[in-house]
């Protein structure tokens, strides 16, 4: 007995010397970030900012179905640490270069390595497997701590909520709810990004980036502490097709793992973003910087950001022509003219063109002649984009891509993933691969946030995963789009491009709007509308109304047609979360600013010093004297640049102002 005894103390002191806790370090390179990794026992990490601990002890790893742990007690075999400081040069992004500084430790342990690094803007890891054979990941574990019970910004899922598993499927579209985080609606997930008012006025956001092979990260708190956890949807097992028009494939049961991977994975990042002004978060560019760089094997110089004109929002409501506007040549034919003549890139053929119900992109309606479309497009410098549903894109994919290619299409909107799992992730990146090897662009509708795909591969423009301007064709009057406006640019816009499909030429001022259908408003003032043009980050941007209701706006529709959807430069004016935002971006030596409130009636003052000496002229549109009552009404007012290089513009309630700023 005496020796059993001796042996089981030795070996638990064995143990306990194997896991002996062990501190780590990595600042960022401006000193005032600090993360501090602890091994041992377990992995587990600690975030500070300028002295304030944002984030406590919070554990992370993950665990495999074959009993392979990333985390435990493995120790740590090797430290490296590196500082990089670069510069990249962009494709399609909010401005052409940026700036690339970060300090790096990597742990590395028998079976997978972790890494570390530490920007200004914020922090964020990943693992590494060093695994050879092929693994199933059971769950991963990763916890987000908060030092206090700090208020958040949350979108929880809001559709097929009878379970929490259920909420695995859904479009990713919701507002805001604005509570402590020991106030969590357990029966809800809520998709990423996620935003913490921390101290001091800083702001943290949760977010992911290098999403290619992995499910996509919900967030959840069953506890009611101040600390949220990660979760993932499992692996389907058995779908079926279902779901809008018979276009989606419907999960019917899933695996007990939530990913299959090969062997030396590389997993995605996590990121905690920071920043000491709410502003500096609607120009964070830590997504962008730690996904996967653009494979040159294609090129990239076909990829053509740009606006399009777009039929759905508005129902094809043409008035004063003399044929029934409606899925047909004669109608397409008449949104090309007017793309042509205002110099506007794209017309996207929305849902319809294809036969309902067959999920066959093959099967064109005979109401169009499909090939004759996009020649006349053509000939009138216009490309056209095509609707897909997803399960009708995906079954024929290269068959789509490649015929579609050859007729002379230029692009696919896919829709209706409503999905994150690793199925459906990976689906994603196949799309983008296949599109681009048929020189395609893509617009993801129905779809998870943005995670950096669109640097690996330029031709994605665009992605929804936000509560866009489409609710207002049938949201209730009590739906607050006005305050979604000035909050979705800190938080979902961080992740990368939204497609909002702003433009509306109806515009309800506070009490006036209504949910029509056929005949859609916006709520708010006719220059939120523009501001939103320039405020949203979208290098393929709809111009949501009909022809026949911009040319009767000459002035607002001369803006929206000229204004760039990719930028040179980036710079974050002003901003609260919630109340207002102010954002300039320039396009060559043009500068344009977007600026928005939420229902508060403000004045908001632009500091435009950073402008290179000149002279410049300023043309302004801004919200009318009666705009409070009347949303349509606005001014516009082309003025010499001042010389202290500062203006002050009143807005509305839910009101905004757009300009535009050239050289004289």
């Known amino acids: 007995?005496?020796?059993?005894?001796?042996?089981?103390?030795?070996?638990?002191?064995?143990?306990?010397?194997?896991?002996?806790?062990?501190?780590?370090?990595?600042?960022?390179?401006?000193?005032?970030?600090?993360?501090?990794?602890?091994?041992?026992?377990?992995?587990?990490?600690?975030?500070?900012?300028?002295?304030?601990?944002?984030?406590?002890?919070?554990?992370?790893?993950?665990?495999?179905?074959?009993?392979?742990?990333?985390?435990?007690?493995?120790?740590?075999?090797?430290?490296?640490?590196?500082?990089?400081?670069?510069?990249?040069?962009?494709?399609?992004?909010?401005?052409?270069?940026?700036?690339?500084?970060?300090?790096?430790?990597?742990?590395?342990f028998r079976d997978f390595s972790l890494v570390f690094r530490a920007y200004d803007e914020g922090m964020a890891y990943r693992f590494i497997s060093h695994l050879e054979e092929p693994y199933n990941v059971d769950y991963e574990k990763a916890e987000f701590n908060f030092a206090e019970d700090w208020k958040m910004w949350t979108a929880y899922v809001s559709q097929h909520t009878e379970t929490l598993d259920s909420q695995f499927f859904n479009s990713f579209e919701n507002q805001y709810s604005y509570t402590p985080l020991s106030d969590w609606n357990k029966e809800r997930l809520a998709f990423l990004p996620l935003m913490v008012a921390g101290p001091r006025g800083k702001k943290i956001v949760i977010a992911e980036s290098d999403l290619l092979d992995y499910p996509g990260m919900y967030l959840y708190n069953g506890d009611g502490d101040s600390q949220l956890e990660a979760t993932f949807a499992p692996y389907p097992k058995e779908v079926v097709q279902g779901g809008h028009n018979n276009l989606q494939l419907l999960v019917q049961n899933r695996q007990r793992y939530i990913a299959r991977c090969l062997g030396k994975d590389v997993f995605p990042w996590r990121i905690v973003a920071v920043s000491e002004n709410d502003v500096q978060m609607a120009d964070n560019d830590m997504v962008y910087r730690l996904s996967s760089p653009a494979d040159n094997e294609h090129g990239w110089d076909w990829v053509k950001p740009g606006k399009v004109a777009w039929e759905w929002w508005n129902a094809m409501n043409l008035s004063g022509v003399d044929f029934v506007a409606g899925i047909n040549d004669i109608t397409y034919r008449h949104y090309i003219d007017f793309a042509s003549e205002n110099g506007i890139e794209y017309v996207i053929l929305d849902e319809g063109w294809a036969v309902n119900g067959e999920a066959d992109l093959f099967q064109v309606v005979p109401e169009i002649n499909l090939q004759s479309l996009v020649r006349y497009a053509a000939d009138r410098n216009v490309g056209i984009i095509l609707w897909a549903g997803y399960w009708a894109f995906d079954r024929d994919m290269e068959k789509v891509c490649k015929h579609y290619s050859n007729m002379g299409v230029k692009g696919f909107k896919v829709d209706f993933m409503d999905r994150d799992d690793q199925h459906m992730v990976k689906f994603h990146q196949r799309a983008a691969a296949t599109a681009a090897k048929y020189k395609l662009l893509l617009d993801f509708h129905g779809t998870y946030k943005p995670t950096g795909l669109s640097r690996k591969y330029p031709n994605v423009l665009n992605y929804e995963g936000v509560n866009g301007l489409e609710q207002m064709k049938w949201a209730p009057e009590s739906l607050d789009q006005v305050t979604y406006d000035v909050t979705v640019p800190y938080i979902r816009m961080m992740a990368g491009p939204m497609d909002y499909t702003q433009g509306a030429m109806r515009n309800a001022s506070r009490g006036n709007y209504r949910p029509v259908n056929s005949e859609p408003m916006s709520q708010g003032t006719r220059c939120r509308q523009l501001a939103e043009y320039v405020v949203f980050e979208s290098p393929l941007n709809m111009l949501c109304d009909s022809p026949s209701s911009y040319r009767k706006e000459p002035e607002c529709l001369a803006f929206i047609a000229g204004v760039p959807t990719v930028w040179d430069e980036t710079v974050g004016l002003c901003g609260e979360v919630g109340r207002h935002i102010a954002i300039a971006r320039r396009s060559g030596t043009d500068w344009y600013v977007g600026a928005m409130t939420d229902w508060s009636a403000r004045n908001i003052e632009l500091d435009l010093t950073f402008l290179p000496e000149g002279e410049y002229i300023v043309e302004l549109f801004c919200d009318g004297t009666n705009a409070a009552r009347i949303g349509t009404d606005y001014r516009r007012q082309v003025f010499a640049l001042p010389a202290s290089r500062k203006i002050t513009v009143p807005l509305a309630p839910g009101g905004g102002l757009a300009a535009k700023i050239s050289v004289k």
């Open 1 to 108: 007995m005496h020796k059993l005894l001796t042996t089981i103390a030795a070996l638990l002191i064995a143990v306990a010397s194997f896991a002996a806790t062990k501190d780590y370090e990595v600042k960022s390179p401006d000193g005032k970030l600090v993360v501090k990794v602890e091994t041992g026992l377990n992995l587990n990490y600690s975030l500070w900012h300028d002295g304030d601990l944002l984030l406590d002890r919070s554990e992370i790893g993950m665990y495999t179905t074959e009993g392979y742990e990333f985390g435990g007690v493995q120790a740590v075999r090797k430290v490296s640490q590196r500082s990089v400081s670069e510069v990249i040069k962009t494709i399609v992004y909010k401005k052409a270069e940026v700036k690339n500084e970060y300090n790096e430790i990597t742990l590395k």
